[in-house]
């Protein structure tokens, strides 16, 4: 923002140079491209005056009508200023609402992040212990058929130890599925009549 002083040097030094300071565009170009037209315009006019009353042979403006215009000015400046610094103030709060807004929506993202990994994590330990529990009744799936192997084998020399004592031979009226299971399972015998004794 150029001050009143920046503003009135500029063109200053613009008149000196030859240049025709009514020119906006080459009073900002002067002043570094700052400043609004809002706040040289005020100046530019206070000067043309000035100079309108230098100029004037014969004529001088008035004292009472040069300070009312130089009063007019002064006060089109101040106004200039306050409304560039409303608008600033302004173009500031909103800016402050909008970072509260992104930093609430973080602060929630932040949350719902946790709480998923929160999730996963009760999840994962979840699926572990199921893990577990299936490994464990696989491996009782896997003992129960060896035992019901060994039953059954034990069956088969039981009826042929019969079959030897009694001197009648084994009949076998047909392979039960849980001694063919085994069997399979085991590569056991599930009937035969050969003797192990």
């Not at 007019?72 to 101040?78: F, G, I, K, N, Q």
């Not at 998923?116 to 696989?138: P, T, W």
């Not at 039981?158 to 001197?167: N, P, Q, S, V, Y």
Request: charged fraction near 30%.
């Amino acid at each position: 923002m150029a001050s009143r002083e920046d503003i009135e040097a500029a063109i200053e030094r613009l008149a000196a140079r030859g240049v025709k300071p009514s020119v906006r565009r080459k009073i900002w170009e002067e002043l570094g491209m700052t400043g609004s037209h809002s706040q040289i315009n005020p100046v530019l006019s206070a000067w043309r005056i000035k100079q309108a009353g230098k100029s004037a042979a014969g004529s001088p403006v008035p004292d009472e009508l040069t300070e009312t215009a130089m009063s007019l000015v002064t006060r089109c400046w101040a106004l200039a200023e306050k409304k560039a610094l409303e608008d600033a103030q302004d173009g500031r709060r909103g800016a402050d609402l909008r970072i509260k807004e992104i930093e609430q929506k973080n602060t929630e993202l932040k949350e719902t992040l946790e709480k998923s990994e929160l999730d996963v994590g009760v999840q994962e330990h979840r699926n572990g212990i199921l893990v577990q529990k299936l490994s464990a009744s696989e491996q009782v799936v896997v003992d129960l058929r060896g035992k019901i192997a060994g039953s059954a084998r034990e069956i088969a020399l039981l009826k042929e130890r019969i079959a030897d004592l009694t001197g009648e031979p084994v009949r076998n009226k047909g392979t039960s599925k849980s001694q063919k299971r085994a069997a399979q399972t085991n590569g056991g015998n599930t009937g035969g009549t050969s003797n192990p004794t």
